[in-house]
């Protein structure tokens, strides 16, 4: 079971990234995906999940109305467009896979048992 998380890169405030999560078929299939992050010091918070079937979506309230995320099941990837970036959005993002069966898409690091190595984002204002 990996995870492969990309797309990480410096880019200037206002600009934008597209993130790419590749998993193993059998869990990017039927598993909810999150998006989480931590800036340095910080606790590691969530930014986005989608459930399996994609239809349910849900966004961190700092990231609503910037960052889309989705899924391309037969490409067993989940991505998370950022745009409009700021300094603040500066950190290591990581995917997450829950246990396949579980298809809440859920907020909760706690609930997920799969990560991915993270992927820099860095902001400069």
């Known amino acids: 079971v990996q995870l492969q998380a990309s797309g990480g890169g410096a880019v200037q405030a206002g600009g934008s990234l597209r993130l790419s999560c590749a998993a193993s078929g059998r869990i990017m299939s039927s598993s909810p995906v999150g998006w989480f992050r931590q800036a340095p010091g910080k606790e590691r918070m969530f930014v986005a999940t989608?459930?399996?079937?994609?239809?349910?979506?849900f966004y961190g309230d700092s990231v609503k109305g910037r960052f889309t995320i989705s899924r391309d099941n037969a490409a067993n990837t989940v991505y998370l467009q950022m745009n409009s970036l700021k300094p603040e959005d500066t950190a290591v993002y990581y995917c997450?896979?829950?246990?396949?069966?579980?298809?809440?898409?859920?907020?909760?690091?706690?609930?997920?048992?799969?990560w991915g190595q993270g992927t820099l984002v860095t902001v400069s204002s």
């Open positions: 997450a896979a829950r246990f396949p069966g579980n298809v809440v898409a859920s907020r909760e690091i706690s609930d997920y048992s799969y």
């Open positions: 989608i459930s399996g079937n994609g239809y349910f979506i």
